[in-house]
């Protein structure tokens, strides 16, 4: 299983940036999928995730500013971030729970990092 996210970069405070993240490989069922993330010097927090059945999660600091959607077929999740601050400004991390086979526990999974630069 590979999680494969895209889509950080440099932003303007207030601004706005799409994450993707795309889960490959042997899946045979997706129970969480989200993200994390880990600024300069700080530990790796969690911003909000997605179940399987859609209900959403979200870090309290991101609340009405982050949402975060999913397709179930393409298994890929997105984060859309609005009102960006620079304190938002991290390596952020896909991260997923997969089940691999139906007789399999689920698994935790990691995708590369991928920097968002929140400018003031």
């Known amino acids: 299983v590979q999680l494969q996210a895209s889509g950080g970069g440099l932003v303007q405070s207030e601004g706005s940036l799409r994450l993707s993240c795309a889960a490959s490989?042997?899946?045979?069922?997706?129970?969480?999928i989200g993200w994390y993330r880990q600024a300069p010097g700080k530990e790796r927090e969690v911003v909000g995730y997605?179940?399987?059945?859609?209900?959403?999660n979200y870090a309290d600091s991101v609340k009405g500013r982050f949402t975060i959607s999913r397709d179930n077929a393409k298994n890929t999740v997105w984060l859309q971030m609005d009102s960006l601050k620079p304190e938002d400004t991290a390596v952020y991390y896909c991260?997923?729970?997969?089940?691999?086979?139906?007789?399999?526990?689920?698994?935790?999974?990691w995708g590369q990092g991928t920097l968002v630069t929140v400018s003031s």
């Open positions: 991260n997923a729970r997969i089940r691999v086979s139906s007789s399999d526990p689920v698994a935790v999974y």
């Open positions: 490989g042997s899946i045979f069922s997706i129970v969480a």
């Open positions: 997605i179940t399987s059945g859609g209900s959403t």
